[in-house]
């Protein structure tokens, strides 16, 4: 069970950044938060099956707000992602055979 929650969570996850990378490549790139970029990694895995939620809170950073040590962004207070910066994004999802935990820092 524990491995197959990760195949199912790493699942969302390619499917998260396939769609962040999309988004991203545009020329002049959507208006996406951080905030956006939480919210949407959490849909990803909602997709899954046997998945319950988040299994902590969702560290979604721009910039230099990735150096913050458990940053949480907020609505309205978020930065937006640009190419020219680092975005990083640490989550994991609690599903009824594992739990997962994972970082990762991309760029366009």
């Not at 491995?3 to 199912?8: G, K, P, Q, T, V």
Request: charged share 25%.
């Amino acid at each position: 069970g524990f491995e197959d929650c990760h195949i199912r969570n790493g699942c969302a996850l390619v499917r998260f950044m396939a769609w962040l990378s999309a988004e991203m490549k545009e020329e002049n790139p959507k208006n996406i938060h951080e905030v956006d970029c939480s919210d949407k990694v959490t849909w990803f895995r909602s997709q899954e099956q046997l998945f319950r939620g988040p299994s902590f809170a969702t560290i979604s950073s721009s910039g230099p707000n990735g150096a913050v040590i458990h940053y949480s962004p907020k609505t309205g207070a978020d930065r937006r992602l640009t190419k020219a910066e680092l975005y990083l994004v640490d989550s994991g999802g609690q599903y009824e055979d594992g739990t997962t935990d994972v970082t990762r820092v991309l760029t366009f």
